[in-house]
Nanobody, 127 residues
Framework: QVRLVESGGGSVQAGGSLRLSCVAS????????MGWFRQAPGKEREAVAT????????FYADSAKGRFTISRDMAKSTMTLQMNNLRPEDTGMYYC????????????????????WGQGTQVTVSA
């Protein structure tokens, strides 16, 4: 059984910051990869950032580079996403995901159909 619970979403003005957290229970922390994915209204779910175990490999979407930081505490089964300098286009439902790693010790991003998912936390950024 895998359970992922997100927290930390909310409404902020552009330029503000939010910190998202995801706690994994059951077998959730056993997966090599965890990540944050965003889904805006009418759009497909897309990867924002992923992390391999405690940080051996990370991925950031181009829009997140320089503003977001993903981290993972394996001992506490927790993953966080620090989001700074938020923009209106960051608005969406943010989902925590857990999934197997790739053979080269990295995390794929095309895992919408295969990952385990949390229920999501809403992030709204106003101009």
């Amino acid at each position: 059984q895998v359970r992922l619970v997100e927290s930390g979403g909310g409404s902020v003005q552009a330029g503000g910051s939010l910190r998202l957290s995801c706690v994994a229970s059951g077998y959730g922390n056993a997966f090599a990869c965890m990540g944050w994915f965003r889904q805006a209204p009418g759009k497909e779910r897309e990867a924002v950032a992923t992390i391999y175990r405690g940080g051996g490999s990370t991925f950031y979407a181009d829009s997140a580079k320089g503003r977001f930081t993903i981290s993972r505490d394996m001992a506490k089964s927790t993953m966080t996403l620090q989001m700074n300098n938020l923009r209106p286009e960051d608005t969406g439902m943010y989902y925590c995901a857990a999934f197997p790693g790739s053979g080269d010790l990295t995390c794929a991003t095309d895992v919408v159909a295969t990952a385990f998912w949390g229920q999501g936390t809403q992030v709204t950024v106003s101009a």
